[in-house]
């Protein structure tokens, strides 16, 4: 595998979930991070825990993903050590509920649009620029099952990840032929805060998505993006669809009866 130590990562939402996973694993690989999301608190825990675990600088940098202007200026805001990113890891997303088309809340599908999509346009455009001068990097966008295929309830936020998919490939072929490589991890039901922040807080809904199911976690994810950051460079992972075993699309799950 490839040797990944001292490359400059940025992970956008460390503070729960896969972003969180992913943090640990790039740490123990020897990578620099920033990690970057709202809650300042939790960054600041997991910068102290990698820190004294892997003895790796850390930069924590409080970001709404929402904030498209705050999302621009991140980069160059960033201290002079961790200006050359090697790693993106557009990973901080969310879905808001399962409404249908006769309901739909335009603010909720406001909030999955910016988060899920605008923000991936508007920092990939601002850390790519460097990676195309040294001709290095990697860019993984966190999509989803919900980016491949559309669900009853999942308008919005199947929408948001189609658009996400949508500009991966495109940002792939624009980079053919140069050393930045593009990955799109495509995750099935994971079982994170995901659910939670879908149903609004309603921890019982939430946790019977994952009911009779023996569903992916965040570290089987973080193994994923490491996978696909790890393959000699001449090793493009374009795609990376993942299933839990008793999933095989987004409706076929196979429940106990
Ligand atoms: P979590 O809810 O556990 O983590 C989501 C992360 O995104 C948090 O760190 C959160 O940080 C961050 N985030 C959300 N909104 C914002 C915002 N406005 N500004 C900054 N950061 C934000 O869920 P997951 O780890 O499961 O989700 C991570 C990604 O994986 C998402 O893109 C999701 O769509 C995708 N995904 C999840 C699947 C699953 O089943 N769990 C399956 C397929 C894809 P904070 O709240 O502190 O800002
Ligand atoms: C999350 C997985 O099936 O809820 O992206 O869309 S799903």
Not at 14 to 38: D, H, Q
Not at 93 to 105: E, F, K, N, W, Y
Not at 156 to 177: M, N
């Amino acid at each position: 595998p490839l040797d990944i130590r001292g490359q400059i990562a940025l992970v956008t939402g460390a503070s729960s979930g896969f972003g969180e996973a992913i943090a640990w694993r790039l740490a123990e690989a020897g990578c620099k991070l920033i990690i970057t999301a709202r809650r300042l608190d939790r960054l600041q825990q997991l910068q102290q825990q990698l820190v004294e675990k892997y003895q790796v600088a850390v930069h924590v940098a409080q970001l709404d993903m929402r904030d498209l202007d705050a999302v621009a200026q991140l980069p160059a805001s960033l201290p002079e050590e961790f200006q050359e990113v090697d790693i993106l890891v557009n990973n901080a997303g969310l879905a808001l509920s399962l409404s249908s088309v006769a309901d739909h809340d335009i603010e909720d599908a406001k909030t999955m649009i910016e988060t899920n999509f605008l923000s991936v346009v508007v920092l990939t455009r601002e850390v790519v620029k460097g990676m195309m001068a040294r001709n290095r990097g990697h860019i993984v966008n966190m999509s989803s099952i919900a980016g491949i295929e559309a669900y009853k309830g999942g308008g919005l936020y199947c929408g948001s990840k189609h658009a996400l998919e949508a500009y991966t490939t495109a940002t792939r072929h624009e980079l053919v032929g140069t050393n930045i490589r593009v990955t799109s991890i495509q995750p099935g039901a994971a079982k994170t805060e995901f659910s939670i922040v879908r149903f609004k807080g309603d921890v019982t809904r939430a946790d019977s998505v994952y009911e009779g199911l023996d569903p992916l976690t965040a570290p089987d994810i973080a193994d994923n993006v490491m996978y696909a950051l790890t393959r000699p460079v001449h090793v493009q992972i374009a795609e990376m669809l993942v299933f839990c075993s008793s999933q095989a699309s987004a409706i076929t799950i196979a429940r106990p009866k």
